[in-house]
T-cell receptor, first 115, second 111 residues
Framework: NAGVTQTPKFQVLKTGQSMTLQCAQDMNHEYMSWYRQDPGMGLRLIHYSVGAGITDQGEVPNGYNVSRSTTEDFPLRLLSAAPSQTSVYFC??????????????FGSGTRLTVV | GQQVMQIPQYQHVQEGEDFTTYCNSSTTLSNIQWYKQRPGGHPVFLIQLVKSGEVKKQKRLTFQFGEAKKNSSLHITATQTTDVGTYFCAQTTSGTYKYIFGTGTRLKVLA
């Protein structure tokens, strides 16, 4: 049982490049989310999904796309990277949209730098 | 939108001192969760509170949900260096499926 797996762990991009951050969970959780964490800003919700085929925008969705073709995977796409997207990105999953008695399980994060 | 404020933003304590962080919402919450994030790590779930006035304990940690379900607190008794990290509260915004985190309280424990 691996939990939530994020790849890559580190990435450096040039402005304008595109890339996909991968997230996979093996807990059969319906709910998955992407957050970004900037120094002093806490965790901000980018996009979330309540099940396969269903996604919606969070607090800071601009510049990011998501899709959920399977229960297990929830990739985050940066179409044209900008320096403002330099951040640590966390993927999280839960069996309950409200977190429930087990809360959300987080991946170890992807540290992205855009130069 | 719904705001989840945490105070203080930072707290430095001597080892052995107590520590409290507060989470305040502008609206009534159905429930609230608490997480801990160690430096360089990822958030880890601590506990969920559901009932008005609920109090739960985990060893030296005491969690409380306000009577009006608009605020919550986390109290650590006799802090240790292992308590270092950032503590977040989290909740689902009413009428949506968005799971939102508070601004966090960063705790440093001086040995």
């Amino acid at each position: 049982n691996a939990g939530v797996t994020q790849t890559p762990k580190f990435q450096v991009l040039k402005t304008g490049q595109s890339m996909t951050l991968q997230c996979a969970q093996d807990m059969n959780h319906e709910y998955m989310s992407w957050y970004r964490q900037d120094p002093g800003m806490g965790l901000r919700l980018i996009h979330y999904s309540v099940g396969a085929g269903i996604t919606d925008q969070g607090e800071v969705p601009n510049g990011y796309n998501v899709s959920r073709s399977t229960t297990e995977d929830f990739p985050l796409r940066l179409l044209s990277a900008a320096p403002s997207q330099t951040s640590v990105y966390f993927c999280a999953s839960s069996y309950s949209i409200m977190g429930g008695s087990s809360g959300y399980t987080f991946g170890s994060g992807t540290r992205l730098t855009v130069v | 939108g719904q705001q989840v404020m945490q105070i203080p933003q930072y707290q430095h304590v001597q080892e052995g001192e107590d520590f409290t962080t507060y989470c305040n919402s502008s609206t009534t919450l159905s429930n609230i969760q608490w997480y801990k994030q160690r430096p360089g790590g990822h958030p880890v779930f601590l506990i969920q509170l559901v009932k008005s006035g609920e109090v739960k304990k985990q060893k030296r940690l005491t969690f409380q949900f306000g009577e009006a379900k608009k605020n919550s607190s986390l109290h650590i008794t006799a802090t240790q260096t292992t308590d270092v990290g950032t503590y977040f509260c989290a909740q689902t915004t009413s009428g949506t499926y968005k799971y939102i985190f508070g601004t966090g309280t960063r705790l440093k424990v001086l040995a």
